[in-house]
């Protein structure tokens, strides 16, 4: 698997396995996951920003709204400041999501994903 399918599979995944997420990626998601591969973007940023989001969007005692698309987690990446990038914030953002929403997501070993392990890449190259 080559490195830039090995960093869609988990961009995806990464995606897949928040709260609110749909239950498969479109064509769009994969050209958006494409986008953030170009752009270099490392996995464990991507996380951050997932969760961030996710965090953002919740209310106590209310369900979240559902996001329909990869598109809206780039353009809270676009909108980040270096804040948001600051060792302390990023720890205290992955607590505050473990907390809310169970088992603190990691971006996975790229050298461990394979297609058997990813259903999401089944029939793609």
């Known amino acids: 698997m080559s490195e830039r399918s090995t960093y ?14 749909p239950r498969r990626a479109s064509r769009s998601d994969w050209a958006v996951a494409a986008n953030l591969y170009a752009r270099a973007v490392p996995l464990d940023t991507l996380d951050h ?4 989001a996710t965090l953002r969007r919740t209310r106590p005692g209310e369900l979240i709204e559902p996001v329909h698309s990869l598109a809206y987690y780039r353009c809270v990446l676009d909108h980040l400041t270096p804040d948001a990038f600051e060792p ?8 505050r999501y473990e907390a809310l929403f ?22 793609r190259r």
């Open 8 to 21: 869609l599979a988990a961009a995806i995944r990464l995606y897949l396995e928040l709260p609110d997420a």
């Open 49 to 52: 920003v997932f969760r961030l």
């Open 88 to 95: 302390g914030y990023i720890d205290y953002v992955a607590q």
């Open 102 to 123: 169970g088992a603190t997501q990691h971006p996975p070993d790229e050298s461990a994903l394979s297609e058997r392990q990813n259903p999401a890449l089944s029939g």
